[in-house]
């Protein structure tokens, strides 16, 4: 069983930057980024696969959002850059069982989930 902790969120003026953290109690394989914004479905936001080469965004954060992961420390970033009040919503990170996993943009792929953490971004 693995934890996930999520940090990082907060309040944040539109165009503005915020880095999320995904700590793990332990070693992680692929790792998702998926936020739930109010009265909206779950939606993907990003990935990253187990060695940290392979990466996939949503169309909506492209070119401002970049994942990235340090397997010594067992964390998962997601800094958020020229953010839009359309990005508000609680963010989640969840990561897949097993090894050597590419990552995916579909939740049921992923078998450990964190609590959450809030974004809000200002107009």
């Known amino acids: 069983q693995v934890q996930l902790v999520e940090s990082g969120g907060g309040l944040v003026q539109a165009g503005g930057s915020l880095r999320l953290s995904c700590a793990a109690s332990?070693?992680?394989?692929?790792v998702g980024w998926f936020r739930r914004a109010p009265g909206k479905e779950r939606e993907f936001v990003a990935t990253i696969n187990w060695s940290g080469v392979g990466t996939s965004y949503a169309d909506s954060v492209k070119g401002r959002f970049t994942i990235s992961r340090d397997n010594a420390n067992n964390t998962v970033y997601l800094q958020m850059n020229s953010l839009k009040p359309e990005d508000t919503a609680v963010y989640y990170c969840?990561?897949?069982?097993?090894?050597?996993?590419?990552?995916?943009?579909?939740?049921?792929?992923?078998?450990?989930w964190g609590q959450g953490t809030q974004v809000t971004v200002s107009s």
């Open positions: 332990g070693r992680t394989n692929a």
């Open positions: 969840a990561a897949e069982r097993g090894y050597y996993g590419s990552g995916s943009s579909a939740a049921s792929a992923y078998d450990y």
